[in-house]
């Protein structure tokens, strides 16, 4: 079996030549064979990049820059309209932080021995059900799906099977090599009927044939897709506003996984007085260890940038990451420590907790927010075809001219 890192090498260098490689196919040839699944060995018309997206090791910004250096806008508008899915879904959650609560909840509930038998058996790929049960143990060996089939299988678990969706989303998570809080939640709520009210995807025998070039055709699916029910969300919260730059001040450098390219995001000249690069709240005891590895690799490739960009001391805490930071805080004489503001999830959660800390020894956690996220996360207060609409003007005050 081949391990999945060779597959995606987790350093900013491999993602930038997967994005080279893919840019000549970004335009119609994207367009046309996005959505049929070849299998983990057939040749695939998606880029592939979402590991390094998922971890900024390439930013959104780099990847729709070059798009449109090797397409117009026109022909390459699957290609883009799919990198600000990402974007959207990242700005949504962190206004609507409820539902990344409610999912916690749903997630961690009590089961039936039942119900926790029937969950297991779809994890390992044993539900006799053609296609799913290939597909699970795709995610286990690759930590990786097609998006197409990420919807048909989520579609199966809750609507074939009728399994939590929020135990789906957490098979997801924690195996996704890709995996983010919103896009892994807001999809598997989408597929249910939650995200828009009422709007289910129903998996049909007949789409799957026609999308896997014939691989797979299942019976027995559910033909109907009833919407699950949940109580209405509170109202959603503008964005608070973030400066992109630290104030003055001595400072420490948090890096988190969920911003591994600090250097394009800070103002040029600015040094901190050191670096700490920091698995803080991602659950690592319960990620696959694939996952677990490409993150930790990712965390070394990142401290090594880092290092040589900032010319500071430059370390790595995949655990004890409290400990960590506050030891170098005071080691330093620092008055803050700096971090990129991390979307809704397991991080951004834990910096709530790393700032009670800090605090209480007199230092600030000060966060900043890139400009990328600051003018398109506040767009995403509806739906993302309305979203699309907006984002145009947003980027091209990104200086991306589409």
């Known amino acids: 079996m081949s391990d999945p890192l060779d597959r995606f090498p987790p350093t900013r260098a ?24 070849a299998g983990p060995e057939g040749r695939q018309a998606v880029s ?14 780099e990847v729709i820059a070059s798009v449109l250096e090797h397409h117009d806008p026109r022909s ?18 962190q206004m609507n932080r409820e539902v990344w609560t409610r999912f916690l909840i749903e997630r961690d509930a009590p089961l039936s021995s039942d ?50 969706w929020a135990l789906g989303a957490d098979f997801f998570l924690r195996h996704l ?20 009210v009422g709007k289910t995807y129903l998996a049909t025998p007949e789409n799957i044939e026609r999308f896997t ?18 109580a209405p969300l509170p109202v959603t919260r503008p964005l608070a506003p973030l400066t992109p730059s630290p104030p003055p001040g001595r400072s420490l450098l948090l890096v988190t996984g969920e911003d591994l390219s600090p250097e394009s995001a800070l103002p040029a000249g600015w040094r901190p007085e050191a670096v700490v690069i920091a698995a803080c709240g991602d659950p690592q005891s319960s990620w696959a260890e694939a996952k677990g590895r490409f993150a930790a690799a990712a965390m070394e490739d990142t401290a090594t940038r880092c290092a040589a960009y900032f010319d500071r001391p430059c370390v790595v805490a995949l655990s004890q990451v409290g400990d960590a930071v506050l030891k170098m805080a ?27 800390a800090l605090t209480g020894q007199g230092i600030a956690l000060t966060r900043l927010r890139r400009p990328w996220d600051d003018r398109l996360w506040p767009l995403a207060t509806k739906g993302f075809f309305k979203f699309s609409e907006r984002a145009p003007a947003a980027l091209i005050a990104e200086g991306l001219r589409i």
């Open 48 to 61: 592939g990049l979402s590991p390094w997206l998922r971890h900024r090791l390439v930013t959104e910004h």
């Open 115 to 164: 119900l926790s038998r029937a969950v297991a058996g779809a994890e390992a790929g044993a539900t006799g059900i053609e296609g799913f049960d290939d597909w699970a143990r795709e995610l286990v060996r690759t930590g990786y799906l097609h998006n197409h089939a990420r919807m048909w299988f989520a579609s199966m678990w809750i609507f074939t099977l009728g399994l939590p």
């Open 330 to 356: 005071r080691d330093t004489e620092t008055d803050q420590v700096v971090v990129l503001e991390a979307p809704v999830g397991p991080v951004a959660d834990a910096l709530v907790e790393l700032e009670t």
């Open 213 to 230: 070039d014939g691989r797979f055709r299942p019976q027995g699916l559910a033909t109907r897709a009833l919407p699950l029910n949940e």
């Open 14 to 37: 491999a993602g930038l030549r997967r994005l080279a490689d893919f840019m000549p196919h970004a335009g119609e040839a994207y367009g046309m064979g996005r959505n049929t699944d």
């Open 177 to 196: 090599l890709d995996g983010d809080p919103a896009s892994n939640t807001l999809s598997w709520r989408w597929v249910a009927g939650l995200q828009t």
């Open 76 to 93: 390459a508008r699957r290609f883009i309209q799919e990198v600000l899915w990402r974007t959207y879904w990242k700005g949504w959650l």
